[in-house]
């Protein structure tokens, strides 16, 4: 959320809509999956992407940005960091990075894997 929020700010875009897919169990990668789609109502119906700006902080294997160009096809796909695994799903992104390396972004608290605090109990 933090990039797109960033763009938005930049960008003048007034409607920020989540697109929820997961692609890990907490840290292991597991079977990727819509947790919650776009609002098309909201935009009019424009159910295909056309206009639509999709961002994510990092793009690891690219699943997620498959997953998504099959709801959102029109979509523009953009990320902070993409790994060559990613990168033929994104047509814009900042820095390339090799696929074992781990990114470090400021909203996260910890150097390394931390539990979220949602877990700390389990």
Known sequence: MVPACIMARELEILTIET???????????????????PDFAAHDGAGDGDGWLVIDDLVDTGSTFALARKTLPKAHYACVYVKPMG???????ITEV????????????ETQYATPLARKDD
């Open 19 to 37: 697109f929820c897919i997961t692609s890990y169990d907490v840290k292991d990668q597991s079977e990727t999956k819509i947790l919650k789609a």
């Open 87 to 93: 990168a033929k799903q994104t047509d814009t992104y």
């Open 98 to 109: 090799s696929q074992d390396t781990w990114v470090h972004f400021p909203w996260d608290l």
